[in-house]
């Protein structure tokens, strides 16, 4: 198994789209990318501790590739907005990919270059080594999964 972690705006809708995509095994919320090794949310939504909100992957290499999630990455959000997402603003809204080894980062320089030659330039995601990664609290963790579920048993 590999991991991947990315930041691409608020973590709750990327954890979920990426959850069902064949080859990832499993997923998880947190923040990465800031000055502390263990932040809480409330932290993090202030902005003052350099963290992103990410969503980790682990995956299947033989069943998806890391070029193929990071394709997806560019899909599943705007790369071209800076520090946010939509209505989503802030620097810990923001699109970067944290790389584990040389390999994802190569990889990840690779189609964000080809995706800055069609934009013009205008890429605003960052690519970073990974720092600091914690878990995001657990109400946050499969987000949607739950609300629906919690949706569904109302009726």
Known sequence: MQSAILALGCFWSPEDKFRKIKGITSTE???CGGNNPKVAY???CRGTTGHAEVV???FDEKTISYEDIIRFF???HNPIQVDGQGLNIGTNYRSEIFY???NQKKTAEKILNKLNEK???KIATRISIIKNYCKAEEYHQKYFQKKLQNDISFN
Do not use: D, M
């Open 29 to 31: 919320v947190g923040y």
């Open 42 to 44: 409330e932290e993090v």
């Open 56 to 58: 980790k992957l682990e």
């Open 74 to 76: 560019f899909n599943f």
């Open 100 to 102: 584990i080894s040389e």
């Open 119 to 121: 934009f013009k330039g």
